[in-house]
């Protein structure tokens, strides 16, 4: 797993839980840059190994951007005797999916690495999902047909039945970190009540004042390209009245699902960075996205990225900083 997590000045707010989340080999690569976190990496590999072989699966479509960086990865891994191997869904003509599990050639496969979203997950990748579900084959990360945001809202829906089940720090930690969330799936969603703003009908959604607005953030949810990076995420501060509408009735038109949930603040902190373009170190006025990366139940890394502190929307920019993190 790997959720979002934003620093506001005294905790940790999160945005997200991932569903198909990126940026592993470049975290490994950063911290071997750094010499950081080698341990916890060294046990991390040895994991996913453990079952057998690991096979890479990576989108030629949607993960297209992460191909470069998770060869580079294998290679490296192969070359300190790891069984790692990769392959793109437009060439899987040697992974065969069986009753005994999965193979690459001649090669059993113990775990799958799914670098795919849920909405390509057809043909052979459903064989390979279906595979994990019976227990075949060892599948990181497990496959959320929720996608990456509609479980915040499903906390907060079945949070009595959370209760039964989940120990009451934990409880109280997820309290502080999840905004508060709703799922819309249709007009028949309504009403419902968020950031303590009770919306009785969608109509009413789409009307809501401006002081209202400000402290919302809509988000598509489920089997959606709309749904990953940040694509179908729609701010309400500062928004105008027809943006609002026509975003949520879109939505309605094409039967997209998506969240209503509380907009949290985030804070503005100074690091010392190089400035890439003028080669001269100097402060940094920014915003903190953290990115814990939980491999097998145990912390191997923090992806950490500084974004300008003129924009609310902390995400994966051009104009940032890497920022190396050292797990203690």
């Known amino acids: 797993r790997r959720p979002d997590l934003h620093w506001n000045g005294a905790r940790f707010s999160a945005s997200e839980n991932d569903e198909m989340p990126g940026g592993f080999a470049e975290a490994f690569h950063v911290d071997t840059a750094y010499g950081l976190n080698a341990a916890r990496w060294e046990e991390c590999f040895r994991y996913l190994t453990s079952a057998g072989p690991l096979l890479i699966v990576v989108s030629h479509e949607w993960s297209e951007v992460y191909i470069p960086e998770l060869a580079w990865l294998v290679e490296t891994l192969a ?155 729609l701010m309400g501060h500062g928004l105008r009245d027809d943006v609002w509408q026509q975003w949520i009735d879109e939505r309605i038109k094409h039967a997209q699902p998506f969240i209503v949930q509380s907009r949290f603040e985030t804070a503005v902190a100074q690091l010392p960075v190089v400035h890439a373009k003028a080669n001269r170190p100097e402060m940094f006025n920014c915003r903190l996205l953290i990115r814990p990366w939980q491999v097998g139940g145990k912390l191997v890394s923090v992806a950490c990225v500084a974004v300008p502190s003129n924009t609310l929307r902390v995400h994966g920019m051009v104009d940032m900083a890497v920022v190396p993190v050292k797990l203690m």
């Open 79 to 233: 070359k300190q005797g790891y069984p790692v191997h990769l392959v793109t869904t437009d060439k899987m003509d040697d992974v065969r999916i069986h009753q005994d599990g999965v193979s690459l050639g001649n090669i059993k496969i113990g775990t799958v690495w799914r670098q795919f979203p849920i909405f390509e997950t057809e043909g052979k990748l459903e064989e390979l999902v279906m595979a994990s579900h019976l227990g075949t084959v060892r599948m990181v990360p497990e496959f959320c047909s929720l996608g990456n945001k509609a479980w915040f809202s499903m906390y907060w829906k079945y949070k009595h039945l959370f209760e039964k089940h989940i120990p009451r720090s934990v409880l109280e930690m997820l309290d502080d970190i999840l905004p508060d969330s709703t799922l819309v799936v249709s007009r028949d969603s309504f009403p419902v009540v968020v950031a303590g703003h009770a919306i009785e009908n969608l109509d009413a959604l789409r009307r809501l004042p401006h002081e209202i607005r400000d402290s919302l953030v809509l988000k598509v949810c489920g089997a959606n390209v709309l749904a990953a990076r940040s694509l179908g995420v």
